[in-house]
């Protein structure tokens, strides 16, 4: 996923695409040399094509004439830019319906032109959403229409001569952005200097090359687990990857590709067994939603093929075996390189079986096979279980200890075979505010509770105390402190499974109680087991704790001090 899309169709995603150096442009080569998964790819290509026809503007009396649609019914450059991306590789693939199509290209063009016309004068784009003028955002453009540029030109589509002209004069004014403008997060120097690396193949510019060098001195910014800053697992790591991929081959930079490199080991530990990606410590939008390895594909099969690396081959079959359709977004590195169309070398198996612990994500890791765990320090869900594609997405626990008793640990401490989340409140009460400094007006405002002396002092310790079992997990949640103190510990399942052994809770879409015994979480073939259960009180809307997740939820319910032992098999 480079980039949020906006188009009408969610199909319309698998036209995001990227670039690489012209000097793996070579010679057409016949559909009969594609191997068949990219022969695939290009007919969900064409399936592509055939819905973003249906949402451009084709009036010719209208002034947004070439542009297409978002899902918000707003005419866009993202939107627009998916019809030339998409349509080049139609154009480019001898075995799409729309080879050389000149029809197609009619189309192409009129994208382009309407690109033109949204161009800012200072060659930036707008990202409607939230970015004005956005040099970032023009930089994710370019960085997918130069590829478009030369898949077109190496199509031989009569008339693209034309088509090819009005391209170049957009990406040339994009590049008067991106040589001078600015950026928001980490990811944007990458994105800037690998869209500048991709115009500097086509139309060489010492002004493109000092912008790279300078983002370049900046540094790559990856933490010791081998993690980019964002700790984005499922959208900027990989693109951080790919854009490292690009510039690294453009720039003959091949030190980048360490970065890239360590990031794939790192994320080889990040595999849930159904071939999901652990997202539960990203710093961005990806944080805790459920993703697929997809936008890691490319990464890995070019690395997997220049290094020889055998785990990298296994993870690619991994990702072509539990996201194989979507990997077809990225379609355009693999019509332009070549190379990357033999067949994988011999696999040797990615760790299944291992404890892990990534300190600068304050994240712990635990894989058996088919069954995993996931410790989160600084995150109101610390703890999480999958069995197959039973999925536990997370524990919470809470008090109403004065409003603020949501639990979350600053760190994991391991001791021996056990990890520990510790958490300590307080709760106050204030006395009169000294005399000497008592406003005239009597305004609370001019009061602060730091200058009153405290009383009545309330406490309240949580730790939680998480081991392996032979057979799963098991959570221990204790209290000291302050006592009748109502607590709720909840079970966050994904949705979609079956639940046993548990009590409805009345006035509730999906909330339920365990109140003794082993209570049973059903997703197709497969179960998690949890128990035992405790349920002292039905209050599940503690104040101060987070409202429930629209997700089937189990409580163990009790008073403080609150001590409870749950396993899960």
Request: proline share 6%.
């Amino acid at each position: 996923m480079d980039r949020r899309h906006f188009v009408k169709n969610s199909a319309l995603a698998i036209c995001s695409v990227a670039t690489i150096s012209p000097t793996y442009l070579v010679a057409r080569r016949s559909a009969e040399q594609m191997p068949p998964w990219l022969l695939e790819m290009v007919t969900r290509n064409d399936t592509s094509i055939e819905s973003l026809r249906k949402f451009q503007v084709k009036d010719t009396d209208s002034p947004d004439l070439g542009g297409l649609r978002d899902g918000f019914d707003i005419l866009n450059p993202h939107s627009t830019s998916a019809m030339v991306q998409c349509g080049a590789a139609g154009l480019f693939s001898p075995s799409s319906k729309y080879y050389k199509s000149t029809d197609l290209l009619a189309s192409v063009n009129l994208a382009v032109l309407y690109l033109i016309k949204t161009q800012h004068s200072d060659g930036t784009i707008d990202l409607l959403s939230t970015n004005f003028h956005s040099t970032p955002d023009t930089g994710f453009l370019v960085k997918r229409l130069a590829m478009a540029y030369m898949l077109m030109e190496k199509s031989g589509t009569p008339g693209v001569d034309k088509v090819l002209a009005n391209l170049k004069t957009f990406l040339l004014k994009c590049g008067e952005a991106l040589s001078v403008g600015g950026i928001h997060t980490p990811n944007h120097r990458w994105v800037v200097s690998a869209a500048l690396t991709r115009l500097n193949e086509l139309w060489p510019n010492p002004k493109y090359v000092n912008r790279i060098e300078q983002w370049l001195g900046e540094r790559i910014d990856m933490d010791a687990d081998g993690q980019y800053n964002e700790k984005s697992t499922f959208i900027y790591s990989s693109l951080t990857d790919r854009l490292l991929i690009t510039i690294a081959k453009g720039m003959k930079k091949p030190g980048l590709l360490d970065n890239v490199r360590k990031n794939l080991n790192m994320t080889m530990y990040y595999v849930h067994p159904n071939g999901e990606v652990v997202t539960d410590a990203s710093g961005r939008q990806d944080k805790a939603v459920v993703g697929t390895l997809e936008n890691y594909y490319y990464p890995y099969r070019y690395l997997a093929i220049k290094d020889k690396n055998p785990q990298y081959a296994a993870m690619c079959r991994m990702i072509e075996k539990t996201a194989g359709p979507k990997t077809g977004a990225f379609i355009d590195y693999f019509l332009t390189d070549p190379s990357l169309w033999v067949e994988l070398s011999a696999e040797k198996p990615f760790p299944v079986s291992y404890v892990k612990t990534f300190a600068n994500s304050g994240l712990v890791r635990i894989r058996r096979d088919n069954r995993d765990s996931t410790l989160i320090a600084n995150n109101p869900v610390w703890f999480t279980f999958m069995k197959g594609n039973a999925v536990l997405q997370g524990l919470r626990f809470a008090s109403s200890f004065f409003g603020k008793g949501q639990f979350q640990s600053e760190k994991i401490v391991r001791n021996g075979d056990t990890w520990e989340l510790t958490q300590k409140l307080d709760g106050p009460y204030f006395q009169p505010y000294p005399k000497e400094s008592l406003p005239n007006d009597g305004d609370w405002e001019k009061m602060p509770r730091t200058y009153r002396p405290q009383s009545e002092v309330q406490l309240l310790e949580t730790k939680v105390r998480i081991k392996e079992t032979a057979e799963g997990m098991e959570v221990e949640v204790t209290t000291r402190g302050t006592e009748r103190v109502p607590a709720a510990l909840e079970l966050i399942f994904r949705p979609g499974g079956e639940l046993k052994g548990v009590v409805k809770i009345e006035n509730t879409k999906d909330s339920w109680l365990l109140k003794e015994g082993t209570g049973t979480y059903r997703f197709n073939d497969d179960t998690i087991s949890f128990g035992p259960g405790t349920a002292l009180h039905k209050n599940i809307a503690l104040r101060g704790a987070l409202p429930p997740m629209e997700a089937p939820t189990v409580f163990l319910t009790g008073f403080t001090p609150f001590k409870h032992v749950i396993r899960f098999s």
